[in-house]
């Protein structure tokens, strides 16, 4: 079975522009979460999905949004970058998500704003 | 104060050694997760306890709902166990509540 994967695995972008990044769970998982990882915050929650619902979401700003298709797969964007954003995206899918399941994470987008 | 506290931050062990890494919480949470990222990114679930203890070959992770503390255990411990430990709670919300990790070196 394919793990979680998600693309691209690197990006540059400039301050201003917008950004969107992929995660694709594992075949037969609903939920998508999504977390952002920086050497001074460590790992934050950022939103999580199940069945094209965001269910819940973490304290980040509205230039952070995201979205869940049919066939589970995510997708997170963030608009009008700032140089704050530089971080580890990650995404994890699990089951259902519900009940407190394990979670599979994927390797995550390293994003680089300059 | 962060809503789950992890210690130490840092820890160096020599080969063989037992180690144990410690998780308090302050939040109220369903269950407490232990997380394994080695350098590159990647992250890898270990454990997800709500009572009691699990073990998985040398790990061994327990937790004590009453006093909200939760310990990851590494027996005979080896170089490739050298990672980052994160714990994290989650709730019924589906919050999850992130530890600054537990940055592990065991040398040969």
């Known amino acids: 079975k394919a793990g979680v994967t998600q693309t691209p695995r690197y990006l540059i972008k400039t301050r201003g522009q917008q950004v969107t990044l992929s995660c694709s769970p594992i075949?037969?998982?609903?939920?998508v979460s999504w977390y952002q990882q920086t050497p001074g915050q460590g790992l934050q929650f950022l939103f999580e999905?199940?069945?094209?619902?965001?269910?819940n979401k973490g304290n980040f700003p509205g230039r952070f949004s995201g979205r869940q298709f049919s066939n589970s797969r995510s997708e997170m964007n963030v608009s009008t970058l700032e140089l704050g954003d530089s971080a580890l995206y990650l995404c994890?899918?699990?089951?259902?998500?519900?009940?407190?399941?394990?979670?599979?994470f994927g390797s995550g987008t390293q994003l680089s704003v300059l | 104060k962060n809503e789950v506290e992890q210690s130490p931050q840092n820890l160096t062990a020599q080969e063989g050694e037992f180690i144990t890494i410690n998780c308090s919480y302050s939040v109220g949470i369903s269950a407490l997760h232990w997380l394994q990222q080695h350098p590159g990114g990647g992250i890898v679930s270990l454990f997800m306890?709500?009572?009691g203890k699990k073990k998985h070959g040398r790990l061994i992770a327990t937790i004590n709902i009453q006093e909200k503390h939760s310990s990851l255990h590494i027996t005979a411990s080896h170089p490739r166990d050298s990672a980052v430990y994160i714990c994290a709670g989650s709730n019924t919300g589906n919050q999850f509540y992130f530890g600054t990790g537990t940055s592990l070196t065991v040398i040969p």
């Open positions: 306890l709500s009572s």
């Open positions: 075949s037969g998982h609903r939920s």
């Open positions: 999905y199940f069945s094209e619902t965001q269910r």
């Open positions: 994890a899918s699990s089951i259902n998500r519900g009940t407190n399941e394990k979670l599979f």
